[in-house]
């Protein structure tokens, strides 16, 4: 019984170790917070960038429709139904598929 009194007394009067040196705290984020975007590649070769279409707002005069006959030899072969587009747009997704397409 003696020896359980002296480990209470020495405990007791021990100094208390705080929490704080026990743990080591990091910045390092974790794996799943947000990381940020990598930076784009820049092009290295000096080939002029294909010119951009004007937006539909800037042509208004140019028809939209929301269905175009897609033929191919003379023959129709689907409608292709969707967004209103014009018959640029509409021949460039039909050629996407069928690369002799044409569109009515």
Not at 35 to 49: F, K, Y
Not at 68 to 86: E, S, V
Request: charged share 20%; with cysteine.
């Amino acid at each position: 019984m003696g020896t359980l009194l002296d480990l209470v007394a020495t405990l007791t009067t021990a100094p208390k170790a705080t929490a704080a040196s026990l743990v080591e705290v990091t910045n390092a984020p974790a794996a799943n917070d947000p990381q940020p975007a990598p930076e784009p590649a820049q092009a290295t070769t000096a080939t002029p960038a294909a010119p951009t279409p004007s937006p539909a707002a800037e042509r208004p005069a140019e028809a939209r429709r929301n269905a175009w006959t897609i033929t191919q030899g003379g023959k129709p072969i689907c409608t292709i139904c969707g967004a209103p587009m014009t018959r640029d747009e509409a021949l460039a997704e039909a050629r996407w598929r069928w690369p002799d397409a044409d569109i009515e």
